[in-house]
């Protein structure tokens, strides 16, 4: 059975850091390019950060650039998302996604994702 499961969050004061990890089963995630995508209460899933099947290209939004860094190891079967100087407004539930895409380019577009974790909630408070 192909899974996602996302852990890492927490709640975190302003200023501080995260890592939240996409553990996968049931299929190798090399063949797949990962997002990270947030829902806030009341606002839409946006994408946050995402990564090719090898690791070789990235893509942020704007939000997060120069803040969040995503990053995997397919040895592991694994994604990460280092979030540091963390904001009131990056508090959400976060979910790690599989884009079968193939080698190349990956997209911050919720529609060509294929499957989903169940999200891991960050709460970024003082």
């Known amino acids: 059975q192909l899974q996602l499961v996302e852990s890492g969050g927490g709640l975190v004061q302003p200023g501080g850091s995260l890592r939240l990890s996409c553990a996968a089963s049931?299929?190798?995630?090399?063949?797949?390019?990962i997002g990270w995508f947030r829902q806030a209460p009341g606002k839409e899933r946006e994408g946050v950060s995402c990564?090719?099947?090898?690791?070789?290209?990235?893509n942020y939004a704007d939000s997060v650039k120069g803040r969040f860094t995503v990053s995997r190891d397919n040895a592991k079967n694994m994604v990460y998302l280092q979030m540091n100087n963390l904001k009131p407004e990056d508090a959400a539930d976060y979910y790690c996604a599989a884009d079968p895409v193939g080698p190349g380019l990956c997209v911050l577009r919720r529609g060509s994702y294929e499957y989903w974790g169940q999200g891991t909630q960050v709460t970024v408070s003082s």
């Open positions: 990564i090719n099947n090898s690791g070789t290209s990235t």
């Open positions: 049931g299929f190798t995630l090399d063949d797949y390019a």
